[in-house]
């Protein structure tokens, strides 16, 4: 089984609907993330958690809320999703005590179209 | 804002052939890592180097650093039509402890 799993792995939706993108790791890391994936530029940081009490917003937060439900889930939603929010997201997680380096293990990613 | 900059956008060679990719970065850093991403999947953790190293060797891979320079290079030796996909910087900055990614540079190994 997968460390890091994301669901859905493709959606299409249409501009205004709320829409929820799951995330959830057998890891036993306390660090999650969520990217956003667009052709060129690399990956962009919405939200990451620390751990179940601490949540930060990244770069591009606008638009999107977080929920982590417990150490080992980590929801993104867009509650009113427009059409540049087409992109590829990507759950990631990572232990900080774990050689220090922060090294990031990813999910397989959801990619997500809105018309 | 990104970090990092792979230089090239996009790099195809022969089989067999050496793959050099650059990343550059515009702060200090903590440390910098390399990521591969197969076409529209997860990105994998390749190699990861702190700023106290110059050098650093995983199987094919080679990875330098220049702090002096905020440069890193990655080689990938003896390549194979598996090494195909986008490979991508990523910095730890000493202030705090999210990555900083890099654009990316897309490889392809033509058999």
């Keep these: 089984d997968a460390d890091v799993t994301q669901t859905p792995r493709n959606r299409i939706t249409k501009t205004g609907k709320r829409i929820m993108l799951e995330c959830s790791q057998t890891k036993g890391h306390d660090r999650m993330y969520w990217y956003r994936q667009d052709p060129g530029l690399g990956l962009r940081l919405i939200y990451y958690s620390f751990d179940v009490k601490d949540i930060n917003k990244g770069e591009i937060s606008d638009g999107y809320s977080v929920s982590r439900q417990a150490q080992a889930k980590f929801s993104l939603s867009l509650e009113s999703a427009i059409p540049n929010q087409t992109a590829l997201y990507f759950c990631a997680t990572s232990d900080p005590l774990a050689g220090g380096g922060h090294e990031q293990f990813f999910g397989p990613g959801t990619r997500l179209t809105v018309l | ?111």
């Design chain 2, 1 to 111: 804002s990104q970090q990092g900059e792979e230089d090239p956008q996009a790099l195809s060679i022969q089989e067999g052939e050496n793959a050099t990719m650059n990343c550059s970065y515009k702060t200090s850093i903590n440390n910098l890592q390399w990521y591969r991403q197969n076409s529209g999947r997860g990105l994998v953790h390749l190699i990861l180097i702190r700023s106290n190293e110059r050098e650093k060797h995983s199987g094919r891979l080679r990875v330098t650093l220049d702090t002096s320079k905020k440069s890193s290079s990655l080689l990938i030796t003896a390549s194979r039509a598996a090494d195909t996909a986008s490979y991508f910087c990523a910095t730890i900055m000493d202030s705090n402890y999210q990555l900083i990614w890099g654009a990316g540079t897309k490889l392809i190994i033509k058999p």
